[in-house]
């Protein structure tokens, strides 16, 4: 994990996807991804370089697109790595602002993450010292679902809703966090994550 700029870089949007998490949602790929899985789909997005800056009309036509899109269940951050360069990533969610795109009467717009790291590795960043700490707890604070784990090509499989290989899990990872404000709270009372959660567990966003 590194810390190299202020927001990602924008490998590419999909605004109306069925195939990054529960029903129709827009997809944000972030660029950079050190994770380098033999047979990556995405791999001009391994590169932090690569793809658009995230400038004020980018942002603002982001935003436009996803509010003028009432039927979308959530927004989708995969890459790339999002948990690359997580205060980046933090950053841009932030900026993004879901919850002002929806009105009251509406259901709020969900979050699931695409990581290639597993729960454990990000469970470790929390307990460190790492710099990059607090916004990987923030990140994952906001975050509904997330699918986790590298792509494996030997454990591939085709049949499993949203995740590429049998390795990969779906977490709860707001649930899982115990909803706290902060990192030093959660590590207080983290409850065991249940691995074997599935799909059909959170499939309404971890709600
Ligand atoms: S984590 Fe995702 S983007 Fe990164 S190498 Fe693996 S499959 Fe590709």
Redo the contacts with the bound molecule.
Sequence with gaps: MKSLATYPRIAGINYESMNDGNGMRAVIYVSG?P???PQ????E??DPAYGEELTPDLLTTIRKEIADRPFLQGLTLS???PFFQPQATFNLLNLLNLSALRSKDEPPLNLWIYT?YTWEELMGVLSSNHPEREAVFQLLNHTDCLVEG??EIAKRDITLAHRGSSNQRIIAAKISLNGSQSCAEALTDLPPVDLSMDYDAVKNGGK
């Design positions: 991804c994770h380098h899985c990556c789909h995405n791999p997005s391994h890459g790339g790595e290639g590298r792509f």
